[in-house]
C-alpha cells in the first residue's frame, strides 16, 4: 500500500536527518507545507491538506512534516 511505504519513508527521513529531501518534494511544495503545518494543533495531516487547498499530498506533508521534526531534534 503507498500509505505504508510513504510511511516507512517518512520514519527513515525522521530517523537519518536527511538535509534535503527535495528528491520527494519540491522546494516551492516543501515551503507551502512549512507555512501550513500549524493548521494542525493536534499533529494531523488532514488539516495542513484542507489548509492547502488539496493541492500537496499527504506523502508530501508527511515527508516535510518528518524533515522538519528532524532538523528540531538535531
Not at 22 to 32: I, M, N, P, Q
Not at 38 to 53: K, T, V
Request: aromatic share 10%.
Amino acid at each position: 500500500r503507498p500509505a505504508t511505504v510513504s510511511g516507512y519513508l517518512a520514519t527513515w527521513i525522521l530517523e537519518n536527518r536527511l538535509e534535503d529531501i527535495t528528491c520527494w518534494v519540491g522546494a516551492e511544495t516543501y515551503e507551502r507545507v512549512r507555512v501550513a503545518l500549524p493548521a494542525s494543533e493536534d499533529g494531523r495531516l488532514s488539516p495542513i491538506y484542507d489548509a492547502l487547498g488539496g493541492e500537496v499530498s499527504y506523502e508530501e506533508i508527511r515527508f516535510v512534516k518528518a524533515h522538519l521534526q528532524a532538523l528540531q531534534e538535531a
